[in-house]
């Protein structure tokens, strides 16, 4: 009999896209498994019967497993980051230990602007005690973060994309990982005036919630081969927004005239950091998770809502490519994590 509670979620780093791999490490996650991973196809023809629905000429016309959702159990953590932004912004990151041998490393993805893409891929396994399975070639289209100041509460999902699904038997003796969970209490945001500037000036003692999305351009490509399966990924376009809301201020209020200003109708730019910091890893850098973002403010709901008394504006950041900085979002991760 399957049980709920002896489901687990592991993942092999892929060497070669869309050669499965064994998992190495289990993920403190939950995956949703598409409802079809396929689109199967039966001729409708003239065969001289009522029923005309051929069984015998069924095809599968399309193969892939679209729509995967990889999201936290129960909380976001900082060692889940690398692989996530690994397999949807920027592959291949080398991360720089940052305190001599305290394992602090210091994980940079910048959105590749100009540079060839290099997505990682992997392979996830995923079951209970009665059967599991795996899907190679997984990518990310999409991660959403978001946190609350109040609550305390983290979380991260992920919109995926594999080749297909397959039963398997899951790989054993893989560990849960120990990790370091993410609190949105030690949430804090930047706002200045040019990328260079990026996390220097903190709009402090306002922020209560906040979510990020970070759409990654990664997606499957098809084209006439050999085989059914997708052997090919490119990466698009690399878009976002993010989601504030603030306890009003006077800081608040200055910030606001960045979207209706005094006078004119001109929009400014804003170099926006959001730093969310854990707990210290041995005697060197604390894990912290850094979300720099290039945009402007296209909605602000001034007075719309309110915490036990105090009023609240909404705003969101619409990502966008700054020509004097070169870059629309960077994510910077630091854990105890040194590969994935």
Known sequence: M???????????????????????????????????????HIPEVDIGARTNKLLSAAVVRKLVADGISLEDADGAYFQL??????????????????????????????????????????????????????????????????????????HVSAECYGQFVKQTTITGAISAPAVDMCIGKLSQIYIDDT???????????????????????????????????????????ITGEATFTLERKTDVATEELKFRPASGYAQTLRAVELKMTGTAIGEGDSHSLVLDMAGIWTSWATLSAEEEGNSLDVCTLTFGYDTTGAQSFQALVTTDVSAI
């Open 2 to 40: 399957a049980v709920k509670v002896l489901t687990k979620v592991q993942y092999g780093l892929e060497s070669a896209h869309g050669t499965a791999v064994a998992a190495d490490t289990m993920l403190l996650c939950s995956v949703g498994i598409p409802e079809d991973d396929r689109e199967v």
């Open 81 to 154: 980051f690398p692989l996530l932004f690994s397999c949807g912004l920027l592959g291949s990151v080398s991360p720089a230990e940052q305190t001599s041998s305290e394992g602090d490393y210091l994980w940079t993805f910048a959105a590749p602007q100009t540079a060839t893409e290099n997505i990682e891929s992997m392979t996830l396994e995923v079951g209970d005690n009665a059967q599991a399975y795996e899907i190679p070639y997984v990518q990310v289209r999409s991660i959403t973060i978001s946190g609350d100041c109040i609550s305390g509460e983290v």
């Open 195 to 237: 990328w260079a500037e990026v996390g220097t000036t903190e709009l402090a003692s306002c922020l209560v919630n906040w979510e990020v999305t970070l759409n990654t351009g990664a997606h499957p490509k098809f084209w006439g081969s050999a085989t059914r399966n997708y052997t090919s990924h490119e990466q698009g376009a």
